[in-house]
C-alpha cells in the first residue's frame, strides 16, 4: 500500500478547528468511504478474487452497519488478504496527539497523558499526522498470548522511574489500545484461550478496555474483525458465547467457485514472474483442475480444505523447474514443459490432510488426480485438433525421449518437424516464435495422446523424470 498524499504538516489543535476539520470515529470514516466507492465504482477491496457476487456484498453491508464482524470459512480463502484490505477504506490522513500511544484524536483525548496536555496547553496542544498504514493492527490467536498482550498490564520500568501503582500513566497498552482510531484483526480467534476472549467483552460491546485493579475507562474508537474456522468451533476451540454473540456479523467465505476464478487467482497470486519464467496457460489450467479435483476428491479431508496457497504453490514448483532445466542446459529462455508437472506431487503433498482411510497412499492419489487433471485440459484445448500429423511419426515406431533436463532445441530435433504445429502452439495461446514454447505444445500433445491411450510411454525407473513415448 503505497502513500498517495505527503502527510499535513504537523499544527496544533487550535490551528486544526480553524481548518474546518470534523472528527469522526473510525467506523464512520469507513462507512463515507466505502459509500463513496461504491456510488463511483471504484474498486472496493482491491485483489479480492471471486468473492463480488457473494463474500462482499455481506462485508459491504456490514461495514455500513457498523458491525465488528468475523470472517468464516476454511483456510486458504483469503480471509486475512481480505481484512488487510479494509485499511483502504480509512482516510489517507487523520491527525493525533503528538506523542499518544494510543492515537488520541485532538478534539477528544482519552488517555490521562493526553488529557492533562490538553488541559495546560489548550489550542496549543500539538498535532501530528498518522497514515491509514500505521492504523491496522493484527495478532495470531497463539497459545501463548496473553491478556497483557491485547489489552495492557503494568510497566515494571516505569514504576521504577518513581510512578507509584496507582498512578494510570504506569500502564503499558497492549495491541487493541495501540490500535485506538483502526482497525484491530484478529486471526484464528478460537485458537485464542477461553480467560483471554473474556478480555474482549468490554471491547466490542462497552467499547472500553479493563488492566488489573485500575479504575481506568479508555473509551476505544476500533473496528474489531477476526478470522476463524469453522472446525475451529468444535476441535481446536471455540469462540466464547458471549464474544460471538457482540460480533454483529459473521461472514462465511469459500475457495473459488470456477475454474475460471481459480486460473485468475493463480495468476494474480503466483510468483511466477518474478522466477523468470513462463508457464503457459495450459499448464496453470492444469494446476487449476488439478487443486479442484483434490477438494472434490473423497481421499481428501474435506474439513480441512485445500488451500490456495496449494495451486500457487503448484504453479510456482512448474516454474521453478523450467528456471533449473534453462540454467543446466544453457537455454536462453526458461519456458515450462508437461514434464516439470510431477515435481509439484512432492512438493505440495504436505498442504493435504487425507482421511485416514487412505494412509500410505497419499502420493499414488495425488498423482491420479494430477494426471486427470492433465488430461482434462487436453480434452478441452487439443481435444479437437488435428493431430495426425504428429501420429503418423510414431507408425513407423519412432519413439522420442523427453524429459526435465532435456532443452527444448534437442526434443524438437528428437521429434522432427510437425505438420500443423503453428496451429497447436496457437491453440494453445502461445505465439510459438521460440523453441521454448514449440517444445511445450509438442510435449502436451504427446502427454495427451499418452492420456487417452493412443500412445504409450515409458517411464524411467532411476527417478530422473526421462520418458519414452511411442506407439
Known sequence: MTKNEAAPADTTVGALRATGHRHRSVKEEIRS?????????????????????????????????????????????????????????????TPVVAGCEINDHPYAPVCVRCRRLAAELGDELPVTWKHREERFGEKLATPDTSVGDLIGDVDPIKVAEGRTLGDPETVHFGLVP???????????????????????????????VQIRGYALRLPLDVLLVASANPEDYTNR?????????????????????????????????????????????HLLEVMARFTRLVRESPAVDSRSGVSARFAIAGAETIAAGALRRA?????????????????VVPAVMGKVEFEV??????????????????????????????????????????????????????????????????????????????????????????EGLFLTRRLSKDVSPGGDGTATYRT
Not at 471455540?238 to 462465511?252: H, M, S, V, W, Y
Request: with cysteine.
Open 33 to 93: 468511504n466505502l459509500l463513496e466507492r461504491l456510488r463511483s465504482g471504484q474498486e472496493r477491496f482491491p485483489g479480492i478474487v471471486g468473492f463480488d457476487e457473494t463474500v462482499l456484498p455481506h462485508l459491504e453491508r456490514a461495514l455500513l452497519a457498523g458491525h465488528d464482524l468475523v470472517l468464516l470459512g476454511e483456510r486458504g480463502q483469503g480471509k486475512t488478504r481480505l481484512i488487510r484490505t479494509l485499511v483502504t477504506l480509512l482516510d489517507e490522513w
Open 237 to 281: 476451540g471455540r469462540i466464547i458465547t458471549p464474544l460471538k454473540d457482540r460480533f454483529g456479523a459473521e461472514i462465511r467465505t469459500h475457495y473459488p467457485l470456477t475454474l475460471e476464478t481459480e486460473l485468475e487467482l493463480i495468476r494474480q497470486e503466483a510468483a511466477v514472474a518474478e522466477l523468470n519464467a513462463q508457464v503457459p496457460d
Open 357 to 446: 482411510s487412505e494412509e500410505g497412499r497419499e502420493q499414488e492419489v495425488l498423482e491420479h488426480l494430477l494426471r486427470r487433471a492433465v488430461a482434462e485440459t487436453y480434452r478441452r484445448t487439443l481435444g479437437g485438433a488435428d493431430l495426425s500429423g504428429l501420429l503418423e511419426k510414431f507408425d513407423s515406431g519412432q519413439t522420442v525421449e523427453s524429459g526435465e533436463l532435456v532443452p527444448a532445441t534437442e526434443l524438437l530435433r528428437r521429434i522432427g518437424p510437425v505438420p500443423g504445429l503453428a496451429k497447436l502452439v496457437q491453440r494453445l495461446g502461445m505465439s510459438g516464435e521460440s523453441p521454448g514454447q514449440a517444445a511445450a505444445a509438442l510435449e502436451f500433445a504427446l
Open 327 to 343: 540454467a543446466l542446459a544453457g537455454e536462453d529462455e526458461a519456458v515450462a514443459r508437461v514434464c516439470d508437472v510431477p515435481a
Open 178 to 208: 495501540r490500535t485506538n482510531r483502526g482497525i484491530f484483526a484478529v486471526n484464528e480467534l478460537p485458537d485464542l484461550a477461553e480467560r483471554i476472549q473474556v478480555a474482549l467483552l468490554n471491547v466490542l460491546e462497552e467499547r472500553d
